[in-house]
């Protein structure tokens, strides 16, 4: 079964900057388009930015501009380069293949954005 692990969350001031990372654990990265999804509590999950295969990018408006999405498919590893944070960037942050679906979503990482 596909796990996956993010990390690189913190608490950061407006302004500032953070970088997100999601290893996976099987050898199928490559394969899939991957996403990053933010949850804040009490709303639905949704997505942030996603890359494909061939790392074409999507990014929800809100962060256009400011978020740059990457991957390194030797690491199975996906990156959310996160600039001029605002405080509605806050949230838990998930990765997962694109669209979702069958895999089970890890922990998160917990982004605070605050003076």
């Known amino acids: 079964q596909v796990q996956v692990v993010e990390s690189g969350g913190g608490l950061v001031q407006p302004g500032g900057s953070l970088r997100l990372s999601c290893v996976t654990s099987?050898?199928?990265?490559?394969?899939?388009?991957m996403g990053w999804y933010r949850q804040v509590l009490g709303k639905e999950r949704e997505l942030v930015a996603a890359?494909?295969?061939?790392?074409?990018?999507l990014y929800a408006d809100s962060v256009k501009g400011r978020f740059l999405i990457s991957r390194d498919n030797a690491k199975n590893t996906v990156y959310l380069q996160m600039d001029n944070m605002k405080p509605e960037d806050t949230g838990v942050y998930y990765c997962?293949?694109?669209?979702?679906?069958?895999?089970?979503w890890g922990q998160g990482t917990q982004v605070t954005v605050s003076p």
């Open positions: 997962s293949k694109y669209p979702s679906g069958s895999w089970p």
């Open positions: 890359i494909t295969t061939r790392s074409s990018t």
């Open positions: 099987k050898n199928i990265f490559s394969m899939y388009a």
